[in-house]
């Protein structure tokens, strides 16, 4: 008895050197599982590490659910879809595989205030957390500021380096942005005039209306990746508004 305790006390602190709290909490349960139904060694030992990795997966999705900033009532379970037209729901739908990130497809959604854009854009990117893609959500009210701040503080550089990190930014009513000079440089070109590397990923944006829409490109140079053809996919909520990249 003294052996066998002093066996198991010796495992638990291995397993807990080694980091491995899931199988270190259950591997006396699926022992006494396996002994009763006469498991192999190898399906014991099977089962204890699906148990581990589930319990990973599940820690680090939550872990990038929190880094991303989505609002977490905004997924595709409390949207109702109903309210889309047919050919709308079925662009949402062909977007939820995330390939059109891969693609570096920019993704766009306007419409009238109370549309529903922000959580139809927030639903996706959730659907592309899920597939362990790292997403960042932010207002562009509050992503200007902060990227005018690390400016002003001389770590522009390294703001830009951490968005980098992202797969695909949510930035979210994009019309409201009040259009300064100094915002619109700070938001689409760096501080040597080139483009902001973030903006080779892909942007899934929510502005509120097309007239929001036209006044932004208006005030955008002409050469800027957002002049033309920025956004291959444009989702309208409503259905009288018009869009035109």
Same mark, same amino acid.
């Given at each position: ?39 192999? /060694?190898? %399906?014991?030992?099977?089962? !204890?590490?699906?148990?581990? @990795?589930?319990?990973? +997966?599940?820690?680090? #999705?939550? =872990? ?71 997403? /960042?959500? %932010?207002?562009?009210?509050? !992503?200007?500021?902060?990227? @005018?701040?690390?400016? +002003?503080?001389?770590? #522009?550089? =390294? ?87």
């Amino acid at each position: 008895m003294k052996r066998s305790d002093d066996e198991k006390a010796a495992l638990v602190n291995h397993l807990k050197e080694l980091h491995l709290p899931t199988i270190r909490s259950c591997f006396e349960e699926l022992a006494r599982q396996a002994e009763q139904e006469t498991s192999s /060694y190898e %399906r014991y030992l099977l089962g !204890l590490i699906e148990r581990e @990795l589930q319990v990973r +997966r599940q820690h680090r #999705l939550e =872990r990038q659910l929190r880094d991303s900033r989505l609002p977490m009532d905004k997924d595709l379970t409390r949207f109702d879809m109903k309210r889309l037209p047919a050919k709308l729901a079925r662009q949402v739908k062909s977007l939820l595989d995330g390939s059109f990130v891969d693609r570096r497809e920019n993704l766009l959604a306007f419409g009238t205030v109370g549309s529903g854009k922000t959580h139809l854009l927030c639903g996706i990117a959730h659907e592309l957390v899920r597939q362990g893609r790292k997403v /960042y959500f %932010r207002s562009c009210g509050l !992503l200007v500021q902060e990227l @005018l701040a690390a400016k +002003r503080d001389l770590k #522009l550089s =390294r703001v830009i380096k951490k968005l980098a990190r992202y797969e695909a930014i949510v930035i979210d009513d994009l019309g409201y942005v009040q259009q300064s000079r100094e915002e619109m440089e700070v938001l689409f070109t760096g501080s040597t005039g080139a483009r902001f590397p973030i903006f080779n990923l892909q942007m899934v944006t929510a502005i509120s209306t097309s007239s929001m829409w036209k006044n932004l490109r208006r005030r955008w140079n002409a050469s800027s990746r957002w002049s033309r053809n920025a956004f291959r996919n444009a989702l309208a909520l409503t259905p009288s508004a018009k869009f035109r990249c």
